[in-house]
């Protein structure tokens, strides 16, 4: 008989997976910073630096303060523990993790139209930046000096050796090794590799099964499409991974009340190690492309969240802000905050902030110790909180009577 896993155990057991309710260390380092990496398998990016960028979001979320150069000796350079790849979208991984991703490389070998006819029209063009690389060492793209190394025209203005590039980093024929002022140092495997995991891959099948075990791990408790999603596959492509899994006893099928596809139950299943803790105690925010949140059909499931990160939409059509954060407490997401760091006054900017109709009465009062934290993390003097949304009101006291 299949397992029933009430909802509340359900937020826990993710929540528990993905790091949330240990004692957090008093001083994060490198050790902890990796740590956090080992445990959700990769860091998502994003170029949007309105309040902090995305990749460093999630290791605040878990430890708390930090210094920002643990993360970068971690993502940075040769000698870095950690690779960029489109593993769900463009995220720092773990370099061992590069043969799995054989598959998705020749996909994009195999997949027709601009980007596979444009590498093949601009052959020379890649054969000749390999040979740079190979003289020069990592690069960027707008350090290489060619005559067709000038923006114009479509793919955001990219040159032809940016986007040559582009897509051999997508093939594997160069790898990302770091970014610097958020731009892509390419490098051929070879100089960033060892030796080992340039040998053969393994094949798509086992590829796929070692990656769905890792995400089954992150997440704690899944269904079929949360697992598909967190590398971003096909459902398909999962489907023999989850049964071959759940055949040895390393995904265990369970079922959660409301947790439904077509209004029937969802086929679901607890990761065999995942911890099952009676309460998570936490306060903080979560990055828009947090783990916890950033599947949308996940977080809405598990939390009733709903939520659309507002950037692209325009202003006055805005709800909740342009760049809104999900406020997590204990194990349940409750609110959201668009914040901005006014880095020029010292001031972090709580341009509205809001909480969900199942928030708890004390969401402000919890809350607030969290945005000290994050101004404190980004060295910021004041919050200042400006009046929209439904918690702006019991912000503002609460914040008077912390100073």
Aim: aromatic share 10%; proline share 7%; glycine share 6%.
């Amino acid at each position: 008989m299949v397992e029933r896993v009430a909802p509340p155990l359900a937020r826990r057991i993710a929540l528990a997976a993905q790091g949330f309710g240990r004692p957090a260390p008093s001083e994060p380092g490198v050790r902890q910073v990796g740590g956090v990496l080992d445990r959700l398998g990769l860091l998502q990016i994003d170029s949007v630096n309105v309040f902090e960028r995305s990749h460093y979001l999630p290791v605040f979320s878990r430890l708390g303060a930090y210094d920002k150069a643990a993360l970068d000796r971690v993502t940075t350079g040769r000698r870095g523990r950690t690779l960029e790849y489109w593993a769900h979208e463009a995220a720092f991984v773990p370099r061992e993790l590069w043969p799995l991703f054989e598959f998705r490389r020749e996909e994009y070998r195999q997949r027709g139209g601009a980007w596979g006819g444009w590498l093949a029209e601009n052959r020379q063009l890649a054969d000749w930046l390999k040979a740079e690389l190979a003289t020069n060492g990592p690069t960027r793209a707008s350090e290489i000096e060619h005559d067709a190394n000038e923006r114009r025209g479509p793919w955001w203005g990219w040159s032809a050796v940016k986007r040559t590039l582009e897509w051999m980093f997508r093939v594997g024929e160069v790898v990302c090794i770091e970014r610097r002022r958020f731009e892509r140092v390419y490098a051929l495997p070879e100089q960033a590799l060892a030796a080992e995991l340039l040998a053969a891959p393994p094949a798509e099948a086992d590829a796929i099964r070692v990656l769905v075990e890792r995400a089954a791990s992150a997440l704690g408790i899944a269904t079929e499409a949360d697992l598909a999603d967190y590398w971003r596959m096909k459902r398909v492509q999962v489907r023999g991974a989850v049964r071959d899994l759940e055949d040895e006893g390393v995904l265990v099928p369970v079922e959660v009340p409301g947790w439904s596809v077509g209004g029937r139950p969802a086929p679901a299943w607890v990761h065999r190690d995942a911890r099952r803790p009676r309460r998570i105690e936490t306060a903080t925010v979560l990055s828009p492309f947090d783990p916890v949140v950033w599947f949308r059909p996940r977080a809405e499931r598990m939390f009733d969240f709903h939520y659309r990160i507002e950037i692209y939409t325009p202003e006055p059509q805005r709800v909740f802000g342009y760049y809104s954060l999900p406020v997590l407490i204990d194990d349940d997401v409750v609110g959201r905050v668009d914040l901005k760091n006014d880095r020029k006054n010292r001031v972090l900017r709580v341009q509205s902030a809001w909480s969900e109709a199942t928030a708890p009465a004390d969401t402000a009062a919890r809350l607030v110790p969290a945005l000290r934290r994050a101004a404190a993390w980004q060295g910021l003097d004041e919050i200042v909180v400006a009046d929209r949304g439904n918690l702006a009101h019991a912000l503002r006291p609460e914040l008077a009577a912390s100073a």
